[in-house]
């Protein structure tokens, strides 16, 4: 079975940084493409970053050159880096690893990232 494990939320002020890790475990996923989404409290959960099995990346407009996003095939895991912090990236971070053949999708359990003073 798979599952995914996050690591790295916390509370920073406006202008941090904080490094967000997503580690797999149960089956073989470095072909998965790989992505982090986020929930605020009354809104839907929104793609924040996606790297593809290739290495291509996509970006939300609200974090483009503030967070960077890459992955490591050999430990099955994704990572986020996230600078320049804003009090609108207050959210629930999710990882996620898709695969299109057989329209699979493992979610992790969910970190918390507040941005506040």
């Known amino acids: 079975q798979v599952q995914l494990v996050e690591s790295g939320g916390g509370l920073v002020p406006p202008g941090g940084s904080l490094r967000l890790s997503c580690v797999g475990s149960?089956?073989?996923?470095?072909?998965?493409?790989m992505g982090w989404y986020r929930q605020a409290p009354g809104k839907s959960r929104e793609l924040v970053a996606r790297?593809?099995?290739?290495?291509?990346?996509v970006y939300a407009t609200s974090v483009k050159d503030r967070f960077t996003i890459s992955r490591d095939n050999a430990k099955n895991a994704v990572f986020m880096q996230m600078d320049s912090l804003k009090p609108d990236d207050t959210a629930v971070y999710y990882c996620?690893?898709?695969?299109?053949?057989?329209?699979?999708?493992?979610w992790g359990q969910g970190t918390q990232v507040t941005v506040s003073s």
């Open positions: 790297i593809f099995s290739g290495g291509a990346t």
């Open positions: 996620n690893f898709n695969r299109l053949i057989g329209n699979i999708n493992y």
């Open positions: 149960g089956s073989v996923l470095n072909n998965y493409n």
